[in-house]
């Protein structure tokens, strides 16, 4: 066996001990993992290390958050929740997160730029939908709600910009409404 600290060599006997195996099958056992990791990690996002450590750090958030609970994230909103909160924190981090979205390059036309913008968003919900996934959340039809927020809103906003007619100032007798 190769020369280790004293820790990393008190762990592997501990492991050994505990599954039955030898020290040596410990340590062949673990770099064979580790192997698979990276090829796991190679088969989705290419063998950019940078990359790597990302996808560890969320899945490290997972681990965490559900051993810091003792549930599974998809049969509890609280785990979800703060794993949500670690993704958000690591992202900002990692990735740039809070940097506002690029702007807009002399050339590209507008729909050029806003598919370019609604880019992740649409790959997500095409992962999300081909691993059928899904998420227990209390914000189940939130979403519905804002669209439809949204669009009456604009409907207001549309009636206001039109130029008035005398039947729209005239008074409604009761109300006091114009």
Same mark, same amino acid.
């Given at each position: 066996?190769?020369?280790?600290?004293?820790? =990393?060599?008190?762990?592997?006997?501990?492991?050994?001990?505990?599954? +039955? &195996? $030898?020290?040596?099958?410990?340590?062949? !056992?673990?770099?064979?993992?580790?192997?698979?990791?990276d090829q796991l990690l190679d088969a989705f996002?290419?063998?950019?290390?940078?990359?790597?450590?990302?996808?560890?750090?969320?899945?490290?958030?997972?681990?965490?958050?559900?051993?810091?609970?003792?549930?599974?994230?998809v049969d509890d909103y609280e785990t979800l929740?703060?794993?949500?909160?670690?993704?958000?924190?690591?992202?900002?981090?990692? =990735?740039?997160?809070?940097?506002?979205?690029?702007?807009?390059?002399? +050339? &590209? $036309?507008?729909?050029?730029?806003?598919? !370019?913008?609604?880019?992740?968003?649409?790959?997500?919900?095409?992962?999300?939908?081909?691993?059928?996934?899904?998420?227990?959340?209390?914000t189940a039809g939130l979403r519905e709600s804002?669209?439809?927020?949204?669009?009456?809103?604009?409907?207001?906003?549309?009636?206001?910009?039109?130029?008035?007619?005398?039947?729209?100032?005239?008074?409604?007798?009761?109300?006091?409404?114009?």
């Amino acid at each position: 066996m190769a020369r280790t600290t004293i820790g =990393l060599r008190q762990a592997l006997e501990k492991a050994a001990g505990e599954s +039955g &195996r $030898s020290l040596a099958q410990e340590v062949e !056992l673990r770099l064979e993992k580790s192997f698979q990791t990276d090829q796991l990690l190679d088969a989705f996002i290419g063998e950019d290390l940078s990359s790597h450590n990302v996808m560890r750090a969320f899945a490290a958030s997972f681990k965490f958050n559900q051993l810091a609970s003792g549930k599974r994230w998809v049969d509890d909103y609280e785990t979800l929740w703060c794993i949500k909160q670690s993704l958000e924190r690591l992202s900002r981090n990692l =990735l740039g997160m809070d940097a506002l979205p690029p702007d807009q390059p002399a +050339g &590209r $036309s507008d729909e050029e730029h806003m598919a !370019l913008l609604r880019r992740g968003d649409l790959i997500a919900e095409g992962i999300l939908r081909d691993l059928g996934l899904s998420i227990p959340t209390r914000t189940a039809g939130l979403r519905e709600s804002a669209i439809k927020a949204f669009s009456e809103k604009r409907t207001r906003s549309e009636k206001n910009l039109r130029p008035s007619t005398p039947k729209d100032t005239q008074q409604n007798p009761g109300d006091g409404s114009n």
